[in-house]
């Protein structure tokens, strides 16, 4: 919830990866923005993912062991879709439950991506402008490399912003 917040919050003030470094030039924020995402990506078993035959209990459990509000859904090693934390909430919302539906019925297919020659700084633009808290990461011929989430491009506790 406080990803989301943040996320709306720099989207209200217009916020830009260049006012981090105009705010924190010399500082280890500004400096984190300058690298690759392929630095700060999450990797091999920190990825939440499950395979497109699994069920959606299968999803929701790695949803809730990786906490991260996303889990990929995999095809061999290419995204096939996204099953995000908010898309549960809005289902049961609107059907009042979950049962009876399978994981390909709730999943979002081809989720937005980006490649691992992006800086960081570029990586949270396109979370920031898709309001996304969670970004997979693939390797030049499609496959998945990685995965981003807001937390680690800005440093899981390091930082600490006062309002």
């Not at 470094?21 to 700060?40: C, D, F, M, T």
């Not at 459990?61 to 898309?87: F, H, P, Y």
């Not at 949270?124 to 990685?146: K, Y």
């Amino acid at each position: 919830m406080g990803d989301a917040l943040a996320v709306v919050l720099l989207n209200l003030k217009q916020f830009k990866e260049s006012d981090f470094r105009r705010n924190h030039p010399g500082g280890s924020l500004g400096e984190r923005l300058k690298i690759n995402v392929a630095e700060v990506m999450l990797t091999g078993k920190a990825i939440p993912q499950v395979e497109a035959t699994s069920s959606l209990q299968e999803a929701i459990s790695e949803l809730n062991a990786k906490n991260l509000g996303a889990v990929l859904i995999m095809q061999e090693r290419r995204i096939a879709g996204i099953l995000t934390d908010g898309d549960l909430r809005r289902l049961i919302s609107q059907r009042g439950g979950l049962a009876g539906l399978s994981l390909s019925q709730v999943s979002t297919p081809a989720p937005k991506s980006i490649t691992t020659d992006l800086l960081a700084a570029d990586a949270l633009s396109i979370m920031q402008r898709h309001e996304i808290t969670f970004l997979p990461v693939t390797d030049q011929d499609g496959n998945l490399a990685g995965a981003l989430h807001l937390q680690d491009l800005l440093g899981k506790g390091e930082f600490r912003f006062l309002v």
